[in-house]
């Protein structure tokens, strides 16, 4: 057995003894988005670092622990706070939660980000559900573990599955918000982009730039789980019009429109019952 599929069995069986109930439906908590945890009726709560083989989170915004309980009526469990290729995790580290989640059974994967808003259409605030994506990240989750976990030529035809992408839609609207779709891209950063890159991620096709998603996206298709990203707008990326941005404004945009990301993915969790 390869280390990291025994490692994912310790870590699974670890869960297992100590939450009766498997969960149906997985959250990624992202950057400065945390309310969906009061929304969860929590049995059980791990900070990450009582979990075994879990990678120990690094940055001081995230609480770092996984939730288990009921949002909507559904199984779930959430990660508060993800790990990110920036603070210096390799992807098979990065990535390990969701095999655990996948290993738990989820069904569907919802994750969240912080991202700029290249499409002048997009407004600070706004949520965006990603329709497709482009990966610039210097390494893949998949390359090396031969085919032990699924397909490593994993199909992208359809990363973000139709049907929450609809379901996403109809809870956003229901709020009163746009509905936006679109392209995301993931950088390495951590440093924001610079006018020149933000011209030339808008010209290749994407809407919204981030540090995340990605990576975890790539393993659950690999693992057969159906995927929805949505991402909160903390920064207009206008080469022609940049403003200095800095990650505590980011954190306080992603604050301010997380309620109503809160509110849509408990709508969302609830059709899936
Ligand atoms: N670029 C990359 N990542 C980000 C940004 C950005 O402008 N905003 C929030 N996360």
Same mark, same amino acid.
């Given at each position: ?6 490692? &994912? ?29 009061? $929304?969860?009726? +929590? ?12 990678? =120990? ?13 009921? &949002?909507?009526?559904?199984? +779930?469990?959430?990660?508060? /706070? ?7 995790? @390799? ?9 655990? $989640?996948? /290993? ?7 994750? @969240? ?10 407004? =600070?605030?706004? &949520? ?52 936006? =779709? /679109? ?30 998603? +990605? ?14 990203? +949505? ?30 990301? @809160? ?7 609830? =059709? &899936?019952?």
């Amino acid at each position: 057995m390869e280390p990291i599929a025994a490692a &994912l069995s310790e870590t699974i069986a670890f869960i297992q003894e100590r939450v009766p109930t498997a969960p149906r439906v997985g959250i990624v908590l992202g950057t400065g988005l945390h309310a969906l945890a009061g $929304l969860i009726d +929590v049995t059980h709560r791990f900070p990450y670092a009582e979990l075994p083989h879990f990678p =120990k989170s690094a940055t001081a915004f995230h609480q770092g622990a996984l939730l288990f309980g009921t &949002l909507s009526g559904v199984p +779930v469990v959430a990660m508060q /706070g993800r790990f990110h290729y920036y603070d210096g995790f @390799s992807m098979a580290q990065l990535t390990f939660p969701v095999r655990v $989640l996948g /290993g738990l059974g989820i069904r569907q994967l919802l994750l @969240s980000n912080a991202a700029g808003g290249m499409n002048p259409a997009f407004r =600070k605030g706004d &949520l965006v559900i990603a329709d497709d994506h482009i990966n610039l990240l210097p390494d893949n989750p998949l390359r090396g573990l031969g085919d032990a976990f699924g397909n490593r030529f994993t199909d992208m035809s359809a990363p973000y599955n139709a049907r929450l992408q609809e379901l996403l839609s109809e809870a956003i609207a229901a709020q009163g918000l746009p509905v936006h =779709k /679109g392209v995301y891209v993931s950088v390495m950063g951590p440093n924001l982009e610079t006018r020149a890159e933000y011209r030339w991620l808008r010209s290749m096709g994407a809407d919204t730039v981030g540090m995340s998603t +990605v990576p975890e996206v790539i393993v659950a298709n690999q693992i057969g789980i159906e995927c929805a990203a +949505v991402s909160v707008i903390t920064d207009e990326c206008d080469p022609d019009n940049l403003k200095p941005v800095n990650i505590a404004e980011i954190i306080e945009v992603a604050g301010q429109a997380d309620q109503k990301l @809160s509110k849509v993915f408990a709508e969302v969790v609830g =059709k &899936l019952a």
